[in-house]
């Protein structure tokens, strides 16, 4: 057994592939004689020592977290103070580490991830004890700079794809004495990935979905109006995609609920609603809309081959290059070509990536603004290819992991901090 345990987390809202990320990370680990405890519930569980010793897992529950969706460990939403301003958990989270011999830290999520593992590489020395922290991309939004696409994303953007063509071959059915118009809200905070993803669901022209509004241009409601009548008028009905994150001409989300999350983001919710009550008081059609929330990052039913495998490529290199001594760095997907799809796994500093956010390009986006450019499609297109089966049991639903979550007996006075 090499000197040492190595530390891994998950971070904020789950993928459907995570867990995939979290199973290449142990089975690599493992294959390099090194023990890995997990933080239960994200950094939460580092600050609380609340850990879990994966040794104690089977090597087929470890391999069926594969093709398991949600968070097997537990994930949060926890931001820590600024250092400067109070390193009360920064301490703690130094003499958990030392206590319990940590010398990698593996922390699998987004932005704010990022940011938390980068703080926790630059403090180590400082608190007398090294460790070598790597962020490990993964986010359904598919904002991370550097990196080509975020694991994460292909599968939530295959699930929204295939639910916009099977759901307007329901509408079309029914247009002419039903609905006229169907629209689907998806999550997309600041960035538009997700509902860009949607465009392929046809061939752009009157195949659906008809109009896409993104977070990247403002919302303009006559416009929007004017699209719909013309298209049910053309077509016979219209879909509609829209980003949770759209906004107005002076820059207020629609969907802004008034509240906050743990990281000062805008609680958002409900553009679908407010945009199928503008087109049956103005338009006066029948509108149906949807609002799919976890399913669309939960669905590793429909889960993207590509994906997956870029999700288990980031956790093997990510523990290949802890203990290859790097630090506060993350193993990034950078494109070699479009088609073939052609991709490889490198390191990118962690300074470069932390707190930075990637939006669709202006040459993404039609001119109207609500559709996407065949540069678009080149982009996202092999990102949504092949499938990842999942196996089912006799009762024709899947078979996911379960797992012990053995924890590990604590050695430190319990964290006096909260959420």
């Keep these: 057994m090499a000197k040492g345990k190595l530390l891994y987390a998950q971070s904020g809202g789950v993928t459907a592939v995570i867990n995939a990320t979290a199973a290449a990370v142990i089975e690599t680990a493992r294959s390099h004689g090194v023990k890995v405890y997990a933080a239960r519930n994200g950094i ?6 609340d850990l879990i010793d994966t040794s104690r897992e089977s090597k087929s529950a470890i391999a069926a977290l594969h093709h398991t969706p949600g968070g097997a460990f537990g994930s949060c ?48 020395r400082e608190y007398g004890h090294e460790i070598h922290c790597i962020g ?7 904002d991370l700079v550097v990196t080509d696409c975020c694991p994460g994303f292909g599968s939530v953007a295959r699930y929204t794809a295939l639910s916009v063509r099977e759901a307007s071959l329901d509408v079309a059915s029914m247009s002419e004495t039903s609905t006229k118009v ?43 109006l004017a699209k719909v009548k013309a298209t049910v008028e053309r077509v016979g009905y219209c879909t509609v995609v829209a980003s949770e994150g759209i906004r107005d001409a002076d820059g207020t989300l629609l969907s802004d609920t008034g509240g906050r999350d743990a990281f000062g983001h805008a609680q958002l919710g409900g553009v679908a609603p ?8 103005k338009l006066g059609m029948k509108v149906h809309w949807a609002v799919p929330d976890y399913l669309q990052r939960s669905a590793r039913h429909a889960a993207s081959a590509t994906d997956l495998m870029q999700a288990q490529a980031v956790g093997k290199a990510a523990v290949e290059y802890a203990l290859d001594g790097m630090n506060a760095v993350m193993p990034v997907i950078l494109r070699g070509r479009d088609s073939p799809y052609r991709w490889k796994i490198a390191a990118a500093p962690l300074a470069r990536i932390a707190n930075r ?49 053995v924890a590990v007996a604590k050695k430190l006075a319990p964290w006096d901090g909260g959420v």
Excluded at 44 to 49: F, H
Excluded at 274 to 281: F, G
Aim: proline letters at 7%.
């Design 77 to 124: 939403r926890y931001k820590l103070k600024p250092p400067a301003t109070d390193d009360s958990e920064y301490v703690r989270l130094m003499e958990v580490m030392k206590a319990h011999d940590i010398r990698w830290f593996l922390y699998n999520g987004g932005n704010d991830s990022a940011d938390t593992a980068l703080k926790l590489s630059r403090l180590g």
């Design 182 to 224: 169907f629209i689907l809200e998806v999550m997309g905070r600041n960035a538009g990935w997700i509902a860009a993803s949607a465009g392929l669901a046809g061939e752009g022209g009157d195949t659906p979905p008809h109009v896409i509004l993104f977070p990247e241009r403002s919302f303009e409601p006559k416009a929007f």
């Design 274 to 281: 407010l945009l199928a009550q503008m087109v049956n008081e």
């Design 357 to 405: 956010e990637k939006k669709m390009p202006k040459s993404f986006l039609s001119r109207d603004g609500f559709a996407i450019t065949a540069a678009a499609r080149r982009y996202l297109a092999p990102l949504i290819r092949g499938e990842a089966p999942v196996p089912c049991g006799k009762d024709g639903l899947p078979l996911h992991a379960v797992l012990k979550r």
């Design 136 to 142: 490990v991309p993964k986010t359904v939004d598919n």
């Design 44 to 49: 939460l569980g580092a600050l609380r020592e």
